[in-house]
């Protein structure tokens, strides 16, 4: 399977990256810097390419079966998410191919015996101001998607805990914040890339948000 995946050096991407090469797939990584571009680990499913996410043309985007979207950006940009998500839904209407993957923020998930939305714990955080727009967005994002029907898509969540790390044993959810055994709400990379390439390889999300957490 040929897959694109943009913002492909980052925390996300580049464990994507590696899943996706790691299961024989053809990988195209994107990003901004050909420096970082230049360190991930040389194999021959693997081209990269120096890109900006908002050139990408439909000729572009037509020629992978999946194109993931792992694009971060500094809190001061966050509504770039939302601006990069209605970019390639702009270039997709009314088609079936590519598949279109989105990481979507913690921020949308339900959480508390009220079931109100994360985002507002987290802006309840002292240090709030220097982070919020990210989960702000991602939830406007998120919100986007979910008018668009004529786009084949799908959207994954990480737990509260968003962090760098191997895949371990996974729980997967809906719409509902998830913790472990011990009460612990994280979300490796790995266990990030695992669900993403599982779900790329054998769909079960169709135009919806699905969530994983670390068991």
């Known amino acids: 399977m040929k897959i694109t995946v943009i913002g492909a050096t980052g925390m996300a991407g580049s464990a ?30 693997l081209t990269t390419r120096t890109q900006d996410a908002f050139q990408l043309t439909t000729a572009d985007l037509t020629a992978s079966d999946v194109v993931v979207d792992a694009f971060a950006t500094a809190p001061a940009q966050a509504y770039l998410h939302v601006d990069l998500a209605t970019h390639l839904v702009s270039q997709l209407r009314e088609t ?27 802006e309840q955080a002292p240090e709030a ?21 004529n786009v084949n898509w799908f959207g994954v969540s990480p737990a509260a805990n968003f962090h760098p790390g191997e895949a371990t044993a996974a729980k997967l959810g809906t719409d509902e914040l998830l913790a472990n055994d011990q009460g612990e709400s994280g979300t490796s990379a790995g ?3 695992v669900a993403i390439l599982d779900e790329i390889e ?9 969530t994983v957490a670390d068991n």
Do not use: C, W, Y
Not at 16 to 27: D, F, M, N, Y
Not at 129 to 149: G, H
Not at 202 to 210: G, K, S
């Open 191 to 193: 266990t990030m890339a």
């Open 129 to 149: 101001a220097s982070f919020i727009s990210v989960p702000q967005n991602q939830l406007k994002e998120l919100t986007f998607l979910r008018d668009v029907d």
């Open 202 to 210: 054998n769909p079960q999300h169709h135009q919806t948000r699905f």
């Open 16 to 45: 994507i990256v590696a899943e996706a090469l790691k299961r024989g797939h053809s990988v195209t990584a994107l990003a901004r810097s050909e420096e970082k571009l230049a360190k991930l680990p040389a194999n021959a499913n």
């Open 96 to 122: 079936t191919t590519p598949r279109l993957a989105f990481i979507l923020g913690a921020g949308s998930l339900l959480t508390g015996d009220d079931h109100h939305l994360f985002v507002h714990d987290l």
